[in-house]
């Protein structure tokens, strides 16, 4: 290579770039791995299999386990899913499929990409007011309601781009071989993304799973455990918030098992995306 | 409309394809030079070459015209199919072949903005009339697409799709015409081991005879292609080739092509296309032989287009 043609300032300009990238990459996962660490060495102290078939003792230094939190936390994610996996779904087809001739298009898109940036905190005082006031108490259904309400634009605007990514060749291919807009949605479009859009929906239940906000003022939280959500409900983030913000040391240490076991459950849900979109790559022949 | 006798072409061989030949007419001085610009369409009348009309048709044109917005695709396109021949239509690009395809099976219904006057009859019956079951009418004219698009997919699913959408459930069904719309379109013996893998698993030229087995698969009376060879290599649009010669009799063939040799090879009958008109239209060896007009004498030997 010619040096004249390539000058030492351009070189060392390109170099501190690469440094500075390298530089920040470490510093993120540095801290990434710091706070890992931390957790892993507070939490792995208590976290044991008691964690998950004891309930609380009320005694503060050996305050057992927290079943009642892992279940009520497993039941309204479970109902929040039922309610936000079927409309996020339908509301990304809508604005996908339907919506070009829609003067609704555009709002909608709009209205839930500010709604998934909506603190969820306010989703918590909505809760409150439409499904707590009303019945008179915390309950559950109101938190998963909450929970269900942050994952709808989520799914929705999820599904929205993936069901876009599907080439248009796939819809007028079924249009011509007689099929109508309905099924060619349902057998062809919707198949063709469904690992992406599985996708989606694991990022949305990871996310609620890890909310708190929007419990406060609805599922309040329970040390009993419960399967009926018309009462105060238990949830892992509540019970995690309630010890470790408590005078007792004993409390403390199991509020850290939780938080292991919180992200535990993203990382698995997270490890589980990355299987279900290689997967649905290597369908889609690529 | 006017009509014209020309000379009837002899049977002629397709092992031996049929180039464009040299026309023996005079041509006026630098083909290039009075090209494009000196062919301006709007006083040239459409020619129809009298064997299109003594031919038994399955699709009429009338007077059709289709308008994307403000502006004009086709003006006043009128040419009826003949059923159980294949139709190459031909022309430069954008002079509204696919476009005229499309509106055969109603395909362009799914574009914003079409409106269209004039009429299409298939059977006698206008398409674009109400209480026309558009549906059907796309179930009984199959598709074939510029760039080949099996569904993400099994190849036996891929290929009973149109069964399934029908609502047929039973396997033994299924498997048949699964097996018959295969042999159909050539693909069978290659793909008999492995129909429950990925559709997209197989190369481009097996995948287009994949979407033609689809197509056939719904057992329609025309088959529409749009440029169904334009993204093969030689040898994968020689087998598609051959599959559209064995198609002929069986079904009536509409094929879009840029090839003029394969208009040649594979048509009974041509239009050739120009600027959103039908400008000559009749049997293949007199379009590329003994044309008629200027535009379509210049076109088919290459000389602008």
Known sequence: MNAALYSTYARTKSRIMFGLCVAFTVLILGILGLVTAYLLYLGLETLSLRFFTELPTGDPNAPGGMKHAVVGTAILVALASVVGVPGGIMAGIYLSEYSANSMLGAPVRFVSDVLTGVPSIVVGLLGYELLVVPLGHFNGYAGALALAFIMVPIVARTTEEMLRLVPNSYREASIALGATKARTILRVVLPAATGSVVTGIMLAVARIAGETAPLLFTALGSRLLTFDPKHPFPSLTKQIFDYATGPYEGQKRLAWAGILVLVGLIFVLNLAVRYFSSRSARMAGR | ?305
């Not at chain 2, 026309?23 to 006083?43: F, I, K, N, Y």
């Not at chain 2, 064997?51 to 015209?65: G, M, R």
């Open chain 2, 1 to 305: 409309m006017t009509q014209l006798q020309t000379t009837v072409p002899g049977p002629r061989s397709l092992a031996e394809p049929l180039l464009p030949k040299p026309v023996s007419r005079p041509m006026g001085t630098g083909a290039r030079a009075d090209g494009p610009a000196a062919l301006a369409p709007s006083e040239a009348k459409t020619i129809i070459h009298k064997e299109v009309e003594a031919e038994k048709q399955i699709v009429a044109v009338e007077s059709f015209q289709l308008f994307y917005g403000k502006t004009q695709a086709l003006h006043d396109v009128s040419m009826q199919i003949p059923a159980g021949k294949v139709t190459a239509l031909i022309g430069p690009s954008g002079c509204g072949k696919s476009t005229l395809l499309r509106s055969l099976n109603r395909l362009n219904d799914l574009i914003d903005n079409v409106r269209i006057e004039g009429a299409i009859r298939f059977h006698g019956q206008n398409i674009y009339g109400p209480g026309i079951d558009v549906i059907a009418l796309r179930k009984s004219m199959g598709m074939v697409f510029q760039k080949s698009n099996p569904f993400p997919m099994s190849i036996f699913e891929n290929v009973v799709y149109a069964l399934r959408i029908g609502g047929e459930k039973r396997r033994g069904v299924l498997a048949e015409v699964c097996e018959r719309s295969l042999r159909g379109s050539a693909l069978w013996e290659e793909v008999k081991d492995r129909l429950h893998d990925s559709a997209l698993s197989l190369s481009g030229g097996q995948q287009q005879r994949l979407c033609i087995a689809r197509a056939i698969a719904a057992e329609p009376q025309v088959l529409l292609m749009d440029e169904p060879c334009s993204a093969l290599d030689p040898l994968a649009t020689d087998k598609i080739e051959d599959l559209i010669y064995q198609l002929r009799g069986k079904y009536t063939v509409v094929i879009v092509t840029h090839n003029m040799q394969q208009a040649a090879r594979v048509s009974d009958y041509t239009a050739f296309m120009y600027l959103g008109r039908l400008m000559e239209y009749g049997p293949t060896n007199s379009i590329f032989v003994t044309p008629q007009l200027k535009q379509t004498e210049l076109y088919v030997t290459g000389r602008f287009g």
